[in-house]
T-cell receptor
Framework: NAGVTQTPKFQVLKTGQSMTLQCAQD?????MYWYRQDPGMGLRLIYY???????DKGEVPNGYNVSRLNKREFSLRLESAAPSQTSVYFC?????????????????FGPGTRLTVL | QKEVEQNSGPLSVPEGAIASLNCTYS??????FFWYRQYSGKSPELIMF????GDKEDGRFTAQLNKASQYVSLLIRDSQPSDSATYLC???????????FGTGTRLLVSP
């Protein structure tokens, strides 16, 4: 049981290049998320997918696109990378459930991708 | 006012002491609260969540929630050097799946 896996672990891009970050989970979770983490800014939600077939914008979606390929996989694409997209990217997944109206929906994180855009 | 606020630290405590980490939130409608731990260079991992006023204990960790004051804290008893990490407070936004994270408090436990 690998949990949440991400590829690649590290990537260096030049401005204007494109790339896709891959994420997969084997916990049969309904919901998946992409975050970026920058010093002093904390974790910020880029996009999320509440269930297979749906995707929604988070706090910082500009410059990114996502695809929920199936229940297991959720990819993040940078079409034209910019230095401002230098960050650590985390994928996460959760069951997508609540209990009596209060969320007890634990998110499990992948190991992260460290992206540098020159 | 930020939705979730934490003191960035570092909070330095000696081994064996109680570490107290604090978090305030702005949305009075928030019902549940999560504490994650993140070691340097690693991904966040859940320590515990709380959604009722009062205390919730799990081993050396106790989460305390005061909804009237919009304040949630995490106490770590008998702190160990291995507890040295950044602790993130997270609160679900409306729609429960959108977690809003604080910027985290860095804890340093000295031997």
């Amino acid at each position: 049981n690998a949990g949440v896996t991400q590829t690649p672990k590290f990537q260096v891009l030049k401005t204007g290049q494109s790339m896709t970050l891959q994420c997969a989970q084997d916990m049969n979770h309904n919901s998946m998320y992409w975050y970026r983490q920058d010093p002093g800014m904390g974790l910020r939600l880029i996009y999320y997918s509440a269930s297979e077939g749906t995707t929604d914008k988070g706090e910082v979606p500009n410059g990114y696109n996502v695809s929920r390929l199936n229940k297991r996989e959720f990819s993040l694409r940078l079409e034209s990378a910019a230095p401002s997209q230098t960050s650590v990217y985390f994928c996460a997944s959760s069951k997508g459930t609540t209990s009596g109206g209060a969320s007890t929906d634990t998110q499990y994180f992948g190991p992260g991708t460290r992206l540098t855009v020159l | 006012q930020k939705e979730v606020e934490q003191n960035s630290g570092p909070l330095s405590v000696p081994e064996g002491a109680i570490a107290s980490l604090n978090c305030t939130y702005s949305d009075r409608g928030s019902q549940s609260f999560f504490w994650y731990r993140q070691y340097s260079g690693k991904s966040p991992e859940l320590i515990m969540f709380i959604y009722s006023n009062g205390d919730k204990e799990d081993g050396r960790f106790t989460a305390q929630l005061n909804k009237a004051s919009q304040y949630v804290s995490l106490l770590i008893r008998d702190s160990q050097p291995s507890d040295s990490a950044t602790y993130l407070c997270a609160v679900p936004r409306t729609g429960f799946q959108k977690l809003v994270f604080g910027t985290g408090t860095r804890l340093l436990v000295s031997p």
